[in-house]
């Protein structure tokens, strides 16, 4: 099969995986290899205790060889993340737990922490909406993206520790929206490619010749959003921002980090909260209270743009 190098989070993937229509192709050297080994080796069949997390150091984070039982196993390096697949699981699927799970995992391995979030950038700095899914992260920055900033980053956003500060990294070109709110933004769905067959969630390409753009530069993380949708049965329409202490946003930012349970499993976890802590106390997080409903939106995107530039 031939290889093709991809864009994605500031690397160069070189991959035989098709990908083409959801990465940007990159003229780039490699920096990472992603390979999908349908026949299993034999240390797949070894003891349990050891498939579950087996790492091998030489005085620094080397490598890593993790389980999953709804997946598979991975077994990531600094320069490569190789996918030992279930034979039930479908392409579709080990695609987006790449771009999640598997990413996420070979971030902290680099001393990197991912949070569960979508970022935006406006002036040349980025701002975050941190949530779970169905909260409402993708449908704000859908809705900044439409009022003139620059999307950075969907459902997954890596955080690079500078020690007197944070950048955001990028992650890629798409921003994956429901159908209906795809519909509104974009005044159609039915041509968009599915993120998933069992998922009404479609992908919604950004960037040039696309809808919006799209920002592939590292930023500086200027503020964290926590977005909290309002009952319209209220009938409360205030957008309230309010600013959060460094306590409760800690709280937020450990239940809001990516693979939580595996980056304790494999004894990461001090250096993520260490490194979480840090941000609390540097990065403002506000909590953002709006009511829902896509009439609302407009409103809601612009308080937040005061908020960000005041």
Known sequence: MSEERYRVYGQTLKTAEDFDGLLPLSQNRETLLYEIVRVAPDWLWEDEKTRCCDSQRSG???????????????????????????????????????????????????????????????????????????????????????????????DILPIQDMSCSFVALPGYPRVRLWENEAQFFLGHFQDLAPVHPKIAKRWVPVGVGQWGAFCDNPQPLARLYLP???????????????????????????????????????????????????????????????????????????????????
């Open 228 to 310: 909290e949708r309002r009952d319209p049965a209220s009938d409360d329409y205030r957008v309230t921002i309010t600013p959060m202490s460094p306590r409760d946003a800690l709280i937020e930012l450990v239940r809001h980090s990516f693979a939580a349970l595996t980056v304790e499993a494999i004894g990461l976890h001090k250096r993520r909260l260490d490194a979480l802590g840090r941000l609390a106390s540097q990065i403002p997080m506000r909590r953002i209270i709006y009511p829902s409903g896509f009439d609302y939106l407009p409103r809601v995107s612009a308080a937040i743009v005061e908020d960000f530039e005041t």
């Open 60 to 154: 620094m984070l080397s490598a890593y060889r993790l389980d999953f039982a709804d997946i598979g196993t991975y077994n990531i390096t600094p320069k490569s993340i190789v996918c030992y697949p279930r034979r039930d699981i479908d392409l579709i699927t080990l695609k987006n737990d790449l771009l999640g799970n598997a990413f996420s995992i070979w971030f902290e391995l680099q001393g990197i922490f991912a949070l569960h979030a979508s970022a935006i950038v406006l002036n040349q700095h980025a701002f975050g909406f941190i949530s779970n899914s169905g909260n409402g992260k993708s449908t704000l920055a859908a809705a900044l993206l439409q009022a003139g900033c620059a999307l950075l980053t969907d």
